[in-house]
């Protein structure tokens, strides 16, 4: 019994070391990062962008997202993702076709930013690259993010969902 202490209790003093370990280097990061990826897809920029934008459609072809409620303005348009989080955006910014910018209105999950999507063609294809503008403020999960993560991992699994949408296969970069 006394055994089964002793390893219970050094089990917890390594679980909150390796968490104090964590915070520390985590505290040490910028909160601020910027990070993008790309892929080609076969399909016209118009065609990738109409998809892309059409938020109620994403459940159909994106495993991470359970339900999306879209609520539209006169001048603003917002949604409600809801996956392993529930997070609300808002377009900042939508040129049909070429650009959109949304971005994260939550302030309690620990990270928020944007995220910008381009839509540029590229030879009988388009270009679609994501450049997320991120702010992770907590050191915990800013460390994950950094080391554990990556900063693409989200961007690089949104990225493979468009492709297999358009029956492709591709490796973001």
Known sequence: MKTLIVIAIAIVVVIVVLAAVMALV???????????RSILLHR????????????????????????????????????????????????AEDVPGQKLVTRILNTDLGYSGKWTYEFLPEGDGTRVKIT???????????????????????????????AKRFGENVTPS
């Not at 985590?26 to 909160?31: D, E, I, T, V």
């Not at 994403?58 to 603003?76: A, I, N």
């Not at 997320?132 to 969902?161: A, P």
């Open 132 to 162: 997320e503008d991120g702010e992770v403020s907590n050191v915990l999960f800013r460390f994950m993010s950094r080391y554990v993560l990556g900063h693409t991992s989200t961007m690089d699994s949104y990225l493979n969902s468009l």
């Open 26 to 36: 985590g505290s040490r990061l910028p909160k601020n990062h910027t990070a993008s």
């Open 44 to 91: 016209s920029p118009k065609e990738v962008y109409d998809v892309v934008r059409d938020f109620n459609s994403s459940p159909s072809w994106r495993s991470d997202v359970k339900s999306v409620e879209v609520k539209t303005q006169p001048g603003k348009t917002t949604f409600r993702e809801v996956g392993s989080d529930t997070v609300d955006y808002e377009v």
